[in-house]
């Protein structure tokens, strides 16, 4: 999810063509990670110029603020109140309703709009979650551990008092832990998992725990200083980023097929899972 991140940042836009307008401040989020704000930042300037292109807006007409950090974030939120914003998908279902949160855009990886979160152990050491009771569980995601108590553990794993957590901001980190058994399991996104046989550990490892789908999160938007046209203005100028002979390259890069507009009746089971443990 962050080279998802940092592509669908790159793709904000103003919404109206006007001579110089103040640029728009779109707000970041990722937590948890080892990325650079200013790389991050760097990255996605150099992206914006294309998005401009082929929206057909003004150049340098928006900037962004980036931050790996959940407490900066809900601090940029309120102080910038952005009309667009991405963020993680814990972020969106706490902060939806005080900034009037909508999903606006989606990206797809690998023929998918969901992922599903993993528990791996190294193999035959642990034959259940339940097993894992009192045990070492590492991994970058743990960043937001509401999240992942809330909506990947469906609220069934209270993840303070069943765990002892260890956050990781590198997930190759937490994986060589576990492949030299200084972590009993680590937990992992799709992208995470999908790149496990890339590293070839030198202890096999299993899954215990594999979550229901959980919606990838794209862009939101604030309903409230958004309209219905500008919204599919910019869902539009998404789409046709990645059928740009250039804006194709940026989206092979990091692994995005293509953005399309959603449905926000797809985040509702996330949204009902997040009030119920509230």
Request: proline share 4%.
């Amino acid at each position: 999810m962050r080279k998802t991140c940092l592509i669908i940042a790159s793709l904000l836009a103003p919404l109206a063509v006007s001579a110089a307008p103040k640029p728009e401040m779109i707000v970041v989020c990722y937590p948890g990670g080892v990325v650079n704000a200013k790389d991050a930042n760097e990255a996605m300037s150099s992206m914006l110029r294309v998005v401009e292109r082929v929206g057909q807006w003004q150049a340098n007409s928006f900037n962004s603020l980036f931050t790996a950090k959940s407490d900066e974030c809900r601090k940029q939120m309120a102080e910038k109140k952005p009309k667009f914003a991405i963020t993680s998908l814990g972020l969106y279902l706490e902060l939806r309703d005080k900034h009037h949160l909508l999903p606006v855009v989606q990206p797809k990886i690998k023929g998918q709009t969901s992922e599903r979160y993993r528990v791996m152990v190294q193999k035959d050491k642990y034959k259940s979650l339940d097993e894992l009771k009192g045990k070492t569980l590492g991994g970058t995601v743990l960043a937001e551990q509401a999240f992942i108590g809330k909506i990947v553990f469906a609220g069934k794993v209270d993840l303070a008092s069943f765990f002892v957590l260890k956050t990781s901001n590198q997930a190759i980190r937490a994986l060589r832990a576990l492949d030299k058994g200084e972590l009993d399991a680590v937990i992992l996104n799709e992208q995470q998992f999908s790149g496990l046989p890339s590293l070839h550990l030198q202890t096999p490892l299993d899954v215990v725990f594999t979550s229901e789908e959980v919606p990838l999160m794209g862009v939101v938007a604030n309903s409230a200083t958004t309209t219905s046209e500008e919204r599919a203005r910019f869902g539009k100028a998404l789409a046709e980023m990645c059928t740009d002979a250039e804006g194709k390259k940026l989206c092979d890069l990091f692994g995005v097929e293509s953005f399309g507009a959603v449905d926000a009746a797809v985040f509702d089971p996330m949204i009902k899972l997040w009030a119920e443990g509230s």
